[in-house]
């Protein structure tokens, strides 16, 4: 059973670098079969897809944030990570990390065979 847990500060300056962890168990991000993204869910708003990416692929990025967004892993944690730089209030949202054995750039966790329960990320001062 594939399961995720995402993790990270609750609390972001605005202007500072937001940074999640998903860790991922009953499946290795070093096998280059599976999809990995991060989306997320604002007060107010619909879902937004942030990105997606492979162990051996190029990386997938929403455009509105690709200037933003940087993707990392831990392979012998079997963890990857989400940077979003210079956060305002806005990027405020409950975050959370999906995968599956398809590329999908979907706002809808329905669309992902796996998912993380979520995480709250509130950018204030």
């Known amino acids: 059973q594939v399961q995720l847990q995402e993790s990270g500060p609750g609390l972001v300056k605005p202007s500072q670098t937001l940074s999640l962890t998903c860790t991922v168990s009953g499946a290795s991000i070093a096998i280059d079969k599976y999809y990995w993204s991060w989306l997320r869910q604002s007060p107010g708003k619909g879902p937004e897809w942030i990105g997606t990416?492979?162990?051996?692929?190029?990386?997938y990025y929403n455009p509105a944030l690709k200037s933003r967004t940087s993707y990392y892993r831990d392979i012998p944690k079997n963890q990857f990570m989400l940077h979003l730089s210079s956060v305002t209030p806005e990027d405020t949202a409950v975050y959370y990390c999906?995968?599956?054995?398809?590329?999908?750039?979907?706002?809808?966790?329905?669309?992902?065979?796996?998912w993380g329960q979520g995480f709250q990320v509130t950018v204030s001062s």
């Open positions: 999906a995968g599956g054995g398809t590329p999908s750039l979907s706002s809808s966790l329905d669309d992902y065979e796996y």
């Open positions: 990416f492979s162990l051996g692929g190029l990386p």
